[in-house]
């Protein structure tokens, strides 16, 4: 009696060990395709994946850098969390970065076809990657989980722009407060710096055949003008109303000889209006430097 109770005590610890064999088979299976889904990793250079456990390959986070559309410039990461149920079930993904966005809400559940009812075992990381990419290239607004984003996106395509600047650069949308994610941090002396013009940015003058015909010799303009020179050659009206002041400001440490020539390259890029205005402003300034 004793040896028939001692045989179903070990059938029983080896049915459990069968048991604790098959799940950590099942493990294996997982761990052994997200290793298989990552050696095959094809990036494309707007996204990077982070290990903070390299032994840990369940679970990791991904950073999407749009460099087009209308996120171009922000910094988002997303939480991947592997189940053991991987390539049959799909992984868990959420945006840790709060982002105005119509198929990403304020939690950061992700509104993508493939994480859902589209999932198929043959997918693998590198399909949720683009899929998730192509979010911020094609907002969807037909399938929204943020309702009042997807409802600006269709109506006021303008508008719905410059909420997303206004929320990467961290701001309000309505009640909505959104922390500043954009991929460069600007400070001190950076932060006067813009994507397309900086007057603290070294600049190497070269010679300007406009102010080479005025002057009669080669002209070297200082710091100041030819940046403006150039901006306003690249950028038109809109860009000479803008820097209307600080042209104002560089005349002011330019010898009197060289103004004129700056001048007659700048006016006639102004509206009539404008051009009153400045016409008295930089009389003001003339007599000043005279």
């Avoid at 028939?4 to 294996?28: I, P, R």
């Avoid at 559309?69 to 189940?83: L, N, T």
């Avoid at 006021?156 to 929320?167: A, D, H, I, K, Y």
Wanted: glycine share 6%.
């Amino acid at each position: 009696m004793i040896k028939l109770f001692s045989l179903k005590q070990q059938k029983k610890d080896e049915e459990s060990a069968g048991g604790t064999k098959g799940s950590s088979k099942k493990a294996s299976a997982a761990q052994l395709r997200i290793q298989k889904d990552i050696n095959e990793l094809n990036l494309p250079k707007t996204c990077e994946i982070d290990f903070s456990d390299h032994d840990d390959l369940l679970n990791f986070k991904l950073v999407i850098c749009p460099d087009e559309g209308f996120y171009k410039a922000g910094k988002f990461v997303f939480s991947f969390k592997v189940g053991q149920g991987y390539p049959h079930d799909p992984p868990k993904v959420k945006c840790e970065t709060m982002v105005y966005h119509p198929n990403i809400d304020l939690e950061g559940n992700v509104c993508l076809n493939i994480l859902r009812e589209d999932w198929k075992p043959v997918l693998t990381i590198n399909s949720i990657i683009y899929g998730l990419q192509y979010l911020f290239l094609e907002p969807n607004p037909e399938d929204p989980l943020n309702k009042e984003a997807a409802e600006v996106l269709q109506n006021n395509r303008r508008l719905f722009e410059q909420n997303v600047q206004r929320s990467m650069r961290g701001g309000y949308i309505g009640s909505t407060y959104f922390e500043r994610c954009l991929k460069i941090e600007l400070s001190g002396s950076a932060a006067r710096e813009t994507t397309t013009f900086s007057l603290s940015r070294p600049y190497n003058p070269s010679p300007c055949p406009i102010l080479e015909r005025l002057q009669g010799s080669t002209a070297q303009a200082s710091h100041c003008s030819m940046p403006l020179l150039a901006l306003v050659g690249a950028r038109g009206a809109r860009a000479a109303q803008f820097f209307l002041p600080v042209l104002s400001l560089a005349c002011l440490e330019m010898p009197s000889p060289q103004i004129a020539p700056v001048v007659l390259v700048y006016l006639p890029h102004l509206h009539p209006p404008l051009f009153f205005c400045f016409v008295f402003f930089f009389c003001l300034i003339f007599f000043h430097a005279v």
